[in-house]
C-alpha cells in the first residue's frame, strides 16, 4: 500500500468494519437455549427454574419467650466515667456526682428476612480461533441450564459465575471482517490520518506576526492515525487477524441474598432511625429452612403481620425467575435504656443505651466530625453519635453495652488549663 497525495490506497477486498454481534441465524440452535442472545443483561435472558412446591400455609413458626434486658446505675456511671478518662479536657467530677433519677426500658424488634436466589441465564460468547479444541454437538447434547453443574458457594454470599456449556462449540468464519482479518479504519475512514486538533488543520497557529508553524502536526496539518498507524486498515477486534472465531454458550449464575428487614418506626420516636437500622441487635429467634413459615405468637403482633407479608413477597417476586435455594428469618433485640438524672440539680439529662457491632462505627465518627458539636459526650468502650435540637445537644453511644447522654452545650466539659482552674 503506498502513499498518494495524502490518501492511503486500499484493497478493495477490505470491508468496513461490521457489527460485533452475529447477524440472526447466524449461529446454530441449541436444545433448551432458544432464547439465548449475543450478550445482553442476566435478568432478560433467564432460563425459568424447574417448579417446585410452596410452603404449607397452615404451619407457623413460633417464638420463644424474650426477657427485656435491664441497666444499672453502677452500670451506666462506670461507663461514663471509662469514657471521660480517655479525654484529657473532660472532668470526671460530674460523672461521679451525677444522681438518677428514673431508669426505663425500651425494647426495639428488628424482623429481617433473607432469601437465598440462584439465577442461570445464557448468552452466546466467541473467542478467536486458533486451533484449539472444539468442543462440539458431536461430542454429546448440551446439558439444559438447570443441569450443568457448577461449584456452589457459600450460603447467603453474592457471587457470579461463567461457565461455557458443554458440547455448545462451533466455528465459524468472522463476520466482522467477512474472514478477510483485517477491517478499514472508521477513525480515520481508511485515509491513514486524521486532522490535526491543535491547528484545527490549518499547518499553523496564530495570525499576523505571531503566526507560526504548527509543531505537532509540522505545517502539515494532518497527523498519523493513531488507530491503524497510518495503514489505513486495522486488525479485526472479533478474530484478532484469525478470520474464524469460536463460538460457545455461556452461562451466567448469579447467587443473591435478597434482605428485607423492618423496624417499627414509631417504637423510640426520638431515636434516628437511620442510626436504629445499621445497629446490630441481640438475635434470640432464627429460624432457618427451604421456604420457611410466617411468625405467629409473638407479643408484637406487627412483626408477625410483616413476616407473612415479606415470606409471600418474596415467594410471588423470585420463583418464577429464580430458584430459592435457603431462606432465614430472625427477630433481633435492640435493647433502648432511657436515663433522667440531674447534676447539682441544674441539668435534666437523659442517657440511652443500645446494641450494635463495629460496623457503625465509621459512620459515627464522621458524624462527629461533621456537626462539631461541644458539650458532654462519653461512652463505655468505644464509639458515639450527635443529633443537633433547639436547646439540648443529643448524644447517643454506641457499642453492644454502650451508653449515651444529652445534655446543655459545654455542661460537663471544662478547660485543663492551670490559669483557669481546669481538672
Given at each position: 500500500m503506498d502513499e498518494k497525495e495524502g490518501f492511503v490506497e486500499i484493497g478493495p477486498k477490505i470491508p468496513e468494519e461490521g457489527p460485533s454481534a452475529p447477524p440472526p441465524?447466524?449461529?446454530?440452535?441449541?436444545?433448551?437455549?432458544?432464547?439465548s442472545k449475543g450478550g445482553g443483561d442476566p435478568d432478560e435472558n433467564y432460563h425459568a427454574p424447574p417448579p417446585y412446591a410452596p410452603p404449607d400455609s397452615n404451619q407457623n413458626a413460633h417464638v420463644p419467650n424474650?426477657?427485656?434486658?435491664?441497666?444499672?446505675?453502677?452500670?451506666?456511671?462506670?461507663?461514663?466515667?471509662k469514657y471521660v478518662e480517655k479525654k484529657w479536657s473532660y472532668s470526671s467530677k460530674p460523672a461521679k456526682n451525677l444522681v438518677f433519677k428514673d431508669l426505663k426500658p425500651i425494647t426495639v424488634y428488628r424482623y429481617r428476612l433473607e432469601t437465598y436466589t440462584e439465577l442461570r441465564s445464557s448468552n452466546w460468547a466467541s473467542e478467536p480461533y486458533r486451533g484449539q479444541f472444539v468442543d462440539g454437538p458431536e461430542n454429546g447434547r448440551s446439558p439444559p441450564p438447570?443441569?450443568?453443574?457448577?461449584?456452589?458457594?457459600?450460603?447467603?454470599?453474592?457471587?457470579?459465575?461463567?461457565v461455557r456449556v458443554p458440547h455448545s462449540c462451533l466455528v465459524k468464519p468472522c463476520h466482522q471482517c467477512q474472514s478477510m482479518g483485517s477491517v478499514r479504519c472508521s477513525r480515520c475512514f481508511s485515509r491513514g490520518h486524521v486532522r490535526c486538533v491543535h491547528c484545527f488543520g490549518h499547518g499553523h497557529r496564530g495570525v499576523g506576526k505571531n503566526r507560526r508553524r504548527c509543531t505537532l502536526c509540522h505545517g502539515r496539518g494532518v497527523r498519523r492515525c493513531i488507530c491503524c498507524h497510518g495503514r489505513?486498515?486495522?486488525?479485526?477486534?472479533?478474530?484478532?487477524?484469525?478470520?474464524?472465531?469460536?463460538?460457545?454458550?455461556?452461562?451466567?449464575?448469579?447467587?443473591?441474598?435478597?434482605?428485607?428487614?423492618?423496624?417499627p418506626p414509631d417504637k423510640v420516636p426520638e431515636f434516628p432511625m437511620e442510626k436504629l437500622e445499621s445497629v446490630s441487635g441481640d438475635a434470640f429467634f432464627e429460624d432457618e429452612n427451604l421456604l420457611v413459615y410466617p411468625i405467629v405468637g409473638f407479643p408484637?403482633?406487627?412483626?408477625?403481620a410483616i413476616s407473612k407479608k415479606g415470606i409471600e413477597e418474596h415467594i410471588a417476586k423470585f420463583s418464577s425467575s429464580r430458584r430459592i435455594l435457603q431462606q432465614r428469618q430472625t427477630i433481633e433485640l435492640v435493647p433502648v435504656t432511657q436515663a433522667f438524672y440531674n447534676y447539682h440539680g441544674k441539668l435534666s439529662l437523659q442517657l440511652q443505651k443500645y446494641a450494635t457491632t463495629a460496623g457503625i462505627l465509621k459512620s459515627i465518627k464522621a458524624s462527629l466530625k461533621k456537626l462539631k458539636?461541644?458539650?458532654?459526650?462519653?461512652?463505655?468502650?468505644?464509639?458515639?453519635?450527635?443529633?443537633?435540637?433547639?436547646?439540648?445537644?443529643?448524644?447517643?453511644?454506641?457499642?453492644n453495652h454502650g451508653l449515651g447522654l444529652q445534655a446543655e452545650p459545654g455542661a460537663l466539659k471544662h478547660d485543663r488549663h492551670p490559669a483557669q482552674g481546669g481538672f
Amino acid at each position: 500500500m503506498d502513499e498518494k497525495e495524502g490518501f492511503v490506497e486500499i484493497g478493495p477486498k477490505i470491508p468496513e468494519e461490521g457489527p460485533s454481534a452475529p447477524p440472526p441465524g447466524w449461529l446454530d440452535c441449541v436444545s433448551g437455549y432458544e432464547g439465548s442472545k449475543g450478550g445482553g443483561d442476566p435478568d432478560e435472558n433467564y432460563h425459568a427454574p424447574p417448579p417446585y412446591a410452596p410452603p404449607d400455609s397452615n404451619q407457623n413458626a413460633h417464638v420463644p419467650n424474650v426477657r427485656e434486658p435491664t441497666v444499672s446505675e453502677d452500670v451506666a456511671r462506670e461507663a461514663l466515667l471509662k469514657y471521660v478518662e480517655k479525654k484529657w479536657s473532660y472532668s470526671s467530677k460530674p460523672a461521679k456526682n451525677l444522681v438518677f433519677k428514673d431508669l426505663k426500658p425500651i425494647t426495639v424488634y428488628r424482623y429481617r428476612l433473607e432469601t437465598y436466589t440462584e439465577l442461570r441465564s445464557s448468552n452466546w460468547a466467541s473467542e478467536p480461533y486458533r486451533g484449539q479444541f472444539v468442543d462440539g454437538p458431536e461430542n454429546g447434547r448440551s446439558p439444559p441450564p438447570w443441569e450443568v453443574p457448577v461449584p456452589y458457594p457459600q450460603k447467603y454470599t453474592d457471587v457470579t459465575m461463567q461457565v461455557r456449556v458443554p458440547h455448545s462449540c462451533l466455528v465459524k468464519p468472522c463476520h466482522q471482517c467477512q474472514s478477510m482479518g483485517s477491517v478499514r479504519c472508521s477513525r480515520c475512514f481508511s485515509r491513514g490520518h486524521v486532522r490535526c486538533v491543535h491547528c484545527f488543520g490549518h499547518g499553523h497557529r496564530g495570525v499576523g506576526k505571531n503566526r507560526r508553524r504548527c509543531t505537532l502536526c509540522h505545517g502539515r496539518g494532518v497527523r498519523r492515525c493513531i488507530c491503524c498507524h497510518g495503514r489505513g486498515i486495522k486488525v479485526c477486534p472479533s478474530c484478532e487477524g484469525q478470520r474464524n472465531l469460536l463460538h460457545f454458550l455461556q452461562l451466567t449464575i448469579v447467587w443473591k441474598n435478597n434482605i428485607m428487614a423492618y423496624i417499627p418506626p414509631d417504637k423510640v420516636p426520638e431515636f434516628p432511625m437511620e442510626k436504629l437500622e445499621s445497629v446490630s441487635g441481640d438475635a434470640f429467634f432464627e429460624d432457618e429452612n427451604l421456604l420457611v413459615y410466617p411468625i405467629v405468637g409473638f407479643p408484637d403482633q406487627e412483626i408477625c403481620a410483616i413476616s407473612k407479608k415479606g415470606i409471600e413477597e418474596h415467594i410471588a417476586k423470585f420463583s418464577s425467575s429464580r430458584r430459592i435455594l435457603q431462606q432465614r428469618q430472625t427477630i433481633e433485640l435492640v435493647p433502648v435504656t432511657q436515663a433522667f438524672y440531674n447534676y447539682h440539680g441544674k441539668l435534666s439529662l437523659q442517657l440511652q443505651k443500645y446494641a450494635t457491632t463495629a460496623g457503625i462505627l465509621k459512620s459515627i465518627k464522621a458524624s462527629l466530625k461533621k456537626l462539631k458539636l461541644r458539650g458532654l459526650h462519653f461512652i463505655s468502650t468505644h464509639k458515639m453519635m450527635f443529633s443537633r435540637t433547639h436547646k439540648h445537644d443529643w448524644f447517643q453511644s454506641v457499642h453492644n453495652h454502650g451508653l449515651g447522654l444529652q445534655a446543655e452545650p459545654g455542661a460537663l466539659k471544662h478547660d485543663r488549663h492551670p490559669a483557669q482552674g481546669g481538672f
